[in-house]
């Protein structure tokens, strides 16, 4: 690397990516060979960051501040983590970037080491801008088992007295401007029975067909949250939505079962909906379901253990952070995806009003020979170019 000749931004680009992409981050394993690289690229540049490791020693996320650290800036975020390429029909190495027809293609490159790589390859740009806002990176891991490890870093970034401006969450959204998602909450039931030979099936707790019971109720509450519940037009699906995703039960066809596990979700409009929505079957499950199975034995029962948890972010459309993406981003319009992000994080844990707004798109991650086109990681940075010309002239 040669401060003093950066070689063009295209280049930088494609490089930087290369690199982060041989990095086999699939969220089981440890990203810390990552974040020792990025952290090596950095201070080459004479920027150093805070590294937040979790309990296992094996992952850390980074948290890096260019520009004074006493004033509020504005946050680059990106997950480093990519999801499994188990059982995907790959047609390269997935962990090796090759360039073909102006798109990239490699694990993780829509989804979202390529809005990673543009960040880290506009660093040199916003050394030399001299920034009066800062700018800072917020580089995370485990986002795709439930944005679990951006969250012992917003708990130290909401501690601190001087709070960031905003964030820009780099999910790949063909770099549209996005002001909300649902939230989501997931949970298994657990539901315990009694075998017994099936022949004698009276005798026995079947605990698929409490399960049953279980699903049939989540339907008919499914059925409601879209006749009766909220709707918001931004979205594909306009209502909240609710479903049992997988059972598993049963051993023999001679046995009456005395396992059964299911799992459901909600996906939910509002802030906390989501996790209310479950929050309420579980207490109905356990107030019209679990009594009746005890009262067969005293040994039956449900257990219920939340799997995944996040909540919905819906950030005004007139916010300052929205106006200023649109800004940069030389647009005007906004709208709402599907797919949940670490932005209703930032939001909901450490009160900074976050959009979504990242290169390539989702149609692409978690896919098979993965790609990102190199007009989207140029286009974007071009807006991470007009952020540091917003931050090296607004007075905050
Ligand atoms: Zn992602």
Same mark, same amino acid.
């Given at each position: 690397m040669n401060q003093t000749m950066p070689s063009p931004r295209p280049d930088r680009i494609k490089k930087l990516l290369a690199d982060l992409v &041989?990095?086999?981050?699939?969220?089981?394993?440890?990203?810390l060979p990552l974040i020792a690289y990025i952290e090596s690229y950095l201070a080459a540049l004479g920027v150093s960051g805070q590294r937040i490791v979790d309990e296992t020693g094996q992952k850390a996320s980074l948290w890096v501040t260019i520009g004074p650290e006493d004033r509020p800036g504005l946050v680059l975020s990106g997950h480093t983590d990519v999801v499994p390429v188990a059982g995907q029909n790959w047609?390269?190495?997935?962990f090796a970037l090759i360039e073909r027809d102006g798109k990239l293609y490699g694990r993780g490159t829509t989804d979202m080491k390529g809005f990673v790589a543009v960040c880290l390859a506009m660093v040199p740009e916003m050394v030399e801008a001299k920034l009066t806002t800062p700018i800072h990176l917020a580089i995370s891991y485990?986002?795709?088992?439930?944005?679990?490890?951006v969250r012992p870093m917003l708990r130290e970034i909401a501690k601190r007295s001087v709070r960031p401006l905003g964030c820009f969450v780099g999910?790949?959204?063909?770099m549209k401007v996005i002001i909300g998602h649902k939230g989501k909450h997931g949970v298994r039931a657990t539901f315990k029975g009694l075998a017994r030979h099936s022949s004698i099936a009276p005798d026995g707790v079947n605990a698929i067909e409490y399960g049953a019971e279980l699903i049939t109720e989540i339907r008919r509450r499914a059925v409601q949250l879209a006749a009766i519940g909220s709707q918001d037009?931004?979205?594909?699906?306009s209502h909240s939505t609710l479903l049992t995703s997988i059972v598993h039960g049963g051993a023999a066809l001679n046995i009456v079962p005395d396992h059964c596990a299911i799992e459901f979700e909600c996906r939910g409009l509002g802030i906390t909906e989501s996790r209310q929505v479950t929050d309420a079957i579980v207490a109905w499950a356990k107030a019209e379901i679990e009594p009746a199975m005890k009262k067969r034995h005293p040994d039956c029962a449900i257990d219920f253990t939340e799997i995944l948890d996040y909540p919905a972010i819906d950030t005004q459309a007139d916010a300052a952070i929205v106006t200023l993406a649109k800004k940069l981003a030389g647009r005007n319009d906004h709208a709402k995806v599907a797919f949940g992000t670490e932005a209703s994080l930032f939001a909901s844990m450490a009160d900074i009003p976050s959009v979504v707004i990242g290169p390539?798109?989702? &149609?692409?991650?978690?896919?098979?020979?993965e790609f990102v086109e190199m007009s989207e990681l140029e286009k974007c940075g071009d807006f991470i170019a007009k952020l540091i010309a917003h931050c090296a002239k607004t007075e905050s």
């Open positions: &041989a990095f086999d981050t699939v969220s089981d394993r440890s990203n047609t390269q190495n997935p485990d986002e795709e088992i439930g944005c679990v490890g999910e790949p959204t063909e037009s931004l979205y594909d699906v390539g798109s989702i &149609a692409q991650a978690h896919t098979p020979d």
